[in-house]
C-alpha cells in the first residue's frame, strides 16, 4: 500500500500531540505513567507459568462427592474411570492407595476420581459404592470424585485415523485424551505434585514417601518423573505445569494414544531422556482391558512392594552427611538413603540384627538415580557372635565370613544359604575395600530371610 502525503501529516500531528500531553504532566506523574505502562506491557519477576491463571479450556466440572481441601497438599493422584464390559478394578486401586499409605502420608495426599463415562445409571452407582467403602477419606478431605457433562467433550467419532486404527478404536483413545486433559485442569494448583495412575493398579507400600525421596534426590531441572514402565501410570508432574499438559492433549486429543503425547510433553519441555526410577512402585492388575473388555495381560516387571527388613541396629564409620544415617539403608519404604563422605579402605556400614536370620537373598543398591556416589569398592560380609565394639559406637560380631563383593557400585545376591551360609547370621557388614574421593550414597540394603 502507497504511504501518502496526508497520511504522513496525521500520524505526525498524533505524536505531537502525545508530546504535549506527556509533557505537560507533572514529572512524578509522568514516571508514574511509565511506571504503569511498563507493568501492563511486560511481564512481571513471578513466571506466567507460576501464575497458572492461563489456557483455561471451556469446561464445567460437577463434584459429585467430597469437599476441596483449603490448603494445599503435597501430592495429588488423579485416575479416570469408565465403565468397563468384565468388571471393575476402581475400588481395589482407591483401596491400595489408601491402605497403603501411613496417616501422615494421607495428610499430604489428595486423591481425585473423575467419572468420565456418559452412562448416568453406571455413575450413580460407582458413586455409591465409592461413598460406601471410603466415607473417612471423604470426611478427610483426601478424596474428590468429579465429572465432566458431554456437552463440553469436542467430537469423538468420525476422526482420521492415524496409526490405521480403527474407527472405535479411534474414539476410544481420542476421549481418553479428552477424559485425561478435563481430569489435569480440574487438579491443578491442589498440590506441589501430580501422580497420574489409572483405575486397575495396585500400589507398593508407602510409595509417597518414596516419591518424596526421588524428587529430593533430583539435581537436574526435570518434567516427568517415572515410577512405572506401563503406559500413563506413576507418571509424575510439577503441579504449575499441569495447565500446560491439560492443553496440550486437548489440542492433539485426535492425533495419537496418550502415551505418545506424554512422551512428547516432556521432550518439548526440554526433557529429552526418561527419568525412570526402579524398583516400580506401581503394578498393573487388570486382567480386562476398558476398550471392548480385552484380555490384557501387562505387568510390570520391575513392580516390587516395598519390603520389610529384620529388626537391627545399624551404624557406619564413614563421617555421614547431614540427616542422612546409616539406618536409612535399612529401613523400607521411607525413600530415605545413606549418605557418606568420601570413604577409606576398612570403613564399614553394619547391620546388626535383633535376634539372629537365616540369610537367603541379599539385595545392595548403591549411588544416585544419575550414578553418582556409587560405593566402588567393597564387600559384603555376614557374622556370627555379636560383641560390643571397643570403641562403644555400636555392636558387632566376633566372626565375618565374606558374602561377595559389589560388581558397579551393586550386589544381587540369592540362595544364600546354599553356598555355606546356611546357619543363623547375626550381621551384615558392607566393607569398604579401597578409598574414594566419591561421596558414597547407599539407597537400599534388603535381605529375606527363613527359619532356621
Not at 21 to 37: A, G, I, M, N, Q
Not at 141 to 160: R, S
Amino acid at each position: 500500500m502507497r504511504w501518502t502525503y496526508k497520511k504522513s501529516v496525521t500520524m505526525g500531528a498524533v505524536f505531537l500531540l502525545l508530546a504535549i500531553l506527556y509533557f505537560s504532566l507533572p514529572l512524578d506523574l509522568r514516571s508514574t505513567w511509565v511506571e504503569e505502562w511498563q507493568v501492563q506491557t511486560f511481564s512481571s519477576d513471578a513466571s506466567w507459568i507460576d501464575k497458572g491463571g492461563y489456557l483455561p479450556l471451556n469446561v464445567s466440572y460437577q463434584l459429585l462427592a467430597g469437599t476441596p481441601p483449603t490448603e494445599q497438599k503435597y501430592l495429588t493422584i488423579g485416575l479416570c474411570s469408565v465403565s468397563r464390559p468384565k468388571g471393575s478394578y476402581l475400588i481395589s486401586t482407591l483401596s491400595s492407595i489408601f491402605s497403603r499409605s501411613s496417616p501422615a502420608e494421607l495428610n499430604s495426599m489428595l486423591v481425585v476420581v473423575l467419572l468420565t463415562d456418559f452412562d448416568a445409571q453406571w455413575r450413580a452407582t460407582t458413586l455409591g459404592e465409592i461413598t460406601a467403602n471410603f466415607p473417612s477419606q471423604l470426611k478427610a478431605n483426601q478424596l474428590l470424585v468429579a465429572h465432566v457433562p458431554k456437552q463440553y467433550y469436542p467430537p469423538i467419532t468420525g476422526l482420521k485415523r492415524n496409526f490405521n486404527d480403527k474407527a472405535d478404536r479411534v474414539t476410544f483413545r481420542s476421549k481418553q485424551n479428552v477424559d485425561y486433559s478435563f481430569l489435569v485442569q480440574f487438579c491443578t494448583g491442589r498440590s506441589l505434585h501430580y501422580l497420574q495412575l489409572e483405575d486397575d493398579v495396585s500400589c507398593s507400600h508407602h510409595f509417597l514417601s518414596a516419591i518424596r525421596g526421588r524428587v529430593q534426590q533430583m539435581e537436574v531441572p526435570w518434567a516427568t518423573l517415572e515410577f512405572s514402565a506401563l503406559g500413563y501410570i506413576g507418571k509424575l508432574y510439577h503441579s504449575e505445569h499441569l495447565p500446560l499438559l491439560s492443553r496440550f492433549l486437548f489440542l492433539f486429543y485426535q492425533e495419537m494414544p496418550c502415551d505418545f503425547l506424554f512422551s512428547h510433553f516432556r521432550v518439548l519441555l526440554t526433557q529429552s531422556e526418561v527419568i525412570r526410577f526402579t524398583p516400580s512402585l506401581f503394578q498393573h492388575t487388570g486382567s480386562y482391558s476398558s476398550f471392548l473388555g480385552t484380555f490384557n495381560k501387562l505387568k510390570d516387571d520391575d513392580y516390587e512392594d516395598l519390603y520389610t527388613n529384620p529388626a537391627a541396629d545399624v551404624y557406619s564409620d564413614i563421617p555421614v552427611y547431614k540427616e542422612h544415617v546409616a539406618a536409612m539403608a535399612w529401613s523400607p519404604g521411607t525413600g530415605t538413603f545413606f549418605w557418606g563422605r568420601s570413604p577409606s579402605s576398612g570403613n564399614h556400614l553394619t547391620v546388626t540384627f535383633k535376634h539372629p536370620v537365616v540369610v537367603t537373598s541379599i539385595t545392595v543398591v548403591t549411588g544416585s538415580a544419575e550414578g553418582r556416589d556409587r560405593l566402588a569398592s567393597a564387600t559384603v560380609e555376614l557374622g556370627l557372635h555379636p560383641v560390643t565394639e571397643k570403641t562403644g559406637s555400636g555392636t558387632t560380631c566376633q566372626e565375618f565370613y565374606n558374602v561377595g563383593d559389589l560388581q558397579g557400585g551393586r550386589m544381587d545376591m540369592t540362595d544364600v544359604h546354599k553356598k555355606r551360609f546356611g546357619h543363623a547370621s547375626s550381621c551384615l557388614k558392607i566393607r569398604v575395600t579401597a578409598k574414594q574421593n566419591d561421596w558414597v550414597i547407599i539407597k537400599k540394603i534388603r535381605i529375606t530371610t527363613k527359619e532356621e
